[in-house]
């Protein structure tokens, strides 16, 4: 029997786990059994995920007693759209799901995200687990009951709140991943330290190479810190009305980036994310709330990993400043027609603005085109 760590996201009556260690995946139906309604599950996953780890999932909720049915949907950001939200909520009342069902959600951050928006709306909401398989999933998106899929106007633009029953990350998963997926991942643990936790970026600068090298134990600290703190700030603000939207620091700008990509594997969204906290980190360092060097150690880090903090490597595309400007202001945060930025004071400072001067907005993206 595996050991775990335990973290709970404090929510009420809609307070739930997070589980996080090793050959969770091979005990999912013991874990999961107490928290269904009825015995049977629905398991969506995609292609690549359903290669590596379906049968896996299904052999552990034989051995608890659970059915299941799978549905299989293709991997990659394409999926995540009206399309196949519509595929699989026909899918799911085809095979007579029922209020008292559950949706297995087994992938990442594309499947947790549509699966969890299935699950919020058909029915009028049913339950649903997350087993993320992926870093960024692990430590983001499976965490918080953020669902949405994404629109020809931007990313997430449709969506729901809706809080997963329980979160079992397996961290034997991450060996799996192809090294690009998981420094994709690695960029959303680096934005809990540059939000509000220093210590836990400068553990990271020492201890990130060995992450990227398969360090289990290392890995294991990283999702635990990271889910830790996305629970504690999700606990506080649910729905986004105050501190929550400090997770998005990065995202204001690589959200725009991945727009102006066409949401491809041109650049995944963790990629976006480093380039965009390091843009943050530039526009404060610009407006002179932080210092050169935190913004300089910011650069330096995501490079040392491997993770770009420019544009430079992304062939193709006719940047524009104007345009991304244009993709920003169709972002969530806008209120009152005025962008809402993620800015900081130093290392783990980080504080919400609509005061950006838009010369200042123009010069940062303007270098970052450039570059």
Known sequence: MSTHDIIRVELDARSYEILAGDALLSEAGR???????????F????ENVAALHLETVQR??????????????PAGDQTKGFAYLQKLIGELLSR????????????????????????????????????????LAQVDSSVGGKTAINTEHGKN???MFHQPRLVLADIGVLDTLPQREFLAGYAEVVKYGLINDSAFFTWLEGHGAALREGDRAGRRKAVVKSCQAKADIVAADERETGQRALLNLGH????????????SDMLL????????????FDLSARMGLCSTEDAARVHRHFAAMGLSTGLDHLQG?????????????RDKKVRGGRMTFVLVKGIGQAFLSQDVAPEDLVAILEDSVSS
Do not use: C
């Open 31 to 41: 874990h999961i059994a107490p928290v269904l309604k009825q015995n049977h599950v």
């Open 43 to 46: 398991i969506v996953t995609d």
């Open 60 to 73: 552990s909720l034989d051995d608890a007693g659970i059915s299941y049915e799978s549905l299989v949907l």
């Open 96 to 135: 007579r799901v029922e209020r008292d069902s559950t949706v297995i959600a087994l992938g990442g951050g594309v499947i947790g995200d549509l699966a969890g928006f299935a699950a919020a709306i058909t029915l009028r909401g049913i339950d649903y687990v997350q087993i993320p398989t992926t870093l």
């Open 157 to 159: 633009l449709v969506g």
């Open 252 to 263: 204001t700008f690589g959200h725009a980036l991945e727009a102006e990509t066409g949401y």
């Open 269 to 280: 969204h963790g990629e976006g994310v480093a380039i965009g906290a390091a843009m943050a």
């Open 317 to 329: 595309v006719a940047w524009q400043a104007e345009d991304l400007m244009a993709h920003m202001g």
